[in-house]
T-cell receptor, first 114, second 112 residues
Framework: DADVTQTPRNRITKTGKRIMLECSQTKGHDRMYWYRQDPGLGLRLIYYSFDVKDINKGEISDGYSVSRQAQAKFSLSLESAIPNQTALYFC?????????????FGPGTRLTVL | GDSVTQMEGPVTLSEEAFLTINCTYTATGYPSLFWYVQYPGEGLQLLLKATKADDKGSNKGFEATYRKETTSFHLEKGSVQVSDSAVYFCALSRQAGTALIFGKGTTLSVSS
């Protein structure tokens, strides 16, 4: 079983709709991240959380919100989706310990906003 | 601010050719450096890393050396295979556990 899972894997929605992307992990990591990937732009950080009570904005947080429901779950919401939020979204985790900088990525959610 | 610049692709090679993908960074202090690989339809996987100057990361025949004097972390492989076709991302992290800063990615296509 995958250590970091994302649901859904693909989603098509319309402008103005509220969308939630979910991420779960079984690695026991405290730290979780949401990135978006756009062609030619690499990955950019949306939000990150170092524990359940800690939420931080990343480089491109406008138009997004997050919820850390438990250590293992970190959800990303688009309050009112717009077409330029069409992208591939990745969740990642990292833990304190031997390799604290290493991040483990989920398989991604491909979101299309029409 | 911190940034990572890597060579633009796509890079197209024949099997068994030598690969270099250039990566330079801008950051204060001593960041950790990473190469991630993304195979088609999949998420990112850590390929190799280096946490201090002159460290060499290596994995699956790929190597990269942390060069503080040139702020570089170039990825190399002596003989590529078709299965190496993927997108490669260079990234840095300034502090343990903080978010990664990625380059834009380089697409590698290897033909037999």
């Amino acid at each position: 079983d995958a250590d970091v899972t994302q649901t859904p894997r693909n989603r098509i929605t319309k402008t103005g709709k509220r969308i939630m992307l979910e991420c779960s992990q079984t690695k026991g990591h405290d730290r979780m991240y949401w990135y978006r990937q756009d062609p030619g732009l690499g990955l950019r950080l949306i939000y990150y959380s170092f524990d359940v009570k800690d939420i931080n904005k990343g480089e491109i947080s406008d138009g997004y919100s997050v919820s850390r429901q438990a250590q293992a779950k970190f959800s990303l919401s688009l309050e009112s989706a717009i077409p330029n939020q069409t992208a591939l979204y990745f969740c990642a985790t990292s833990g304190i310990g031997r390799s604290p900088n290493e991040q483990f990525f989920g398989p991604g959610t491909r979101l299309t906003v029409l | 601010g911190d940034s990572v610049t890597q060579m633009e692709g796509p890079v197209t090679l024949s099997e068994e050719a030598f690969l270099t993908i250039n990566c330079t960074y801008t950051a204060t202090g001593y960041p950790s450096l990473f190469w991630y690989v993304q195979y088609p339809g999949e998420g990112l996987q850590l390929l190799l890393k280096a946490t201090k100057a002159d460290d060499k990361g290596s994995n699956k025949g790929f190597e990269a050396t942390y060069r503080k004097e040139t702020t570089s972390f170039h990825l190399e492989k002596g003989s590529v295979q078709v299965s190496d076709s993927a997108v490669y991302f260079c990234a840095l992290s300034r502090q343990a556990g903080t978010a990664l800063i990625f380059g834009k990615g380089t697409t590698l296509s290897v033909s037999s």
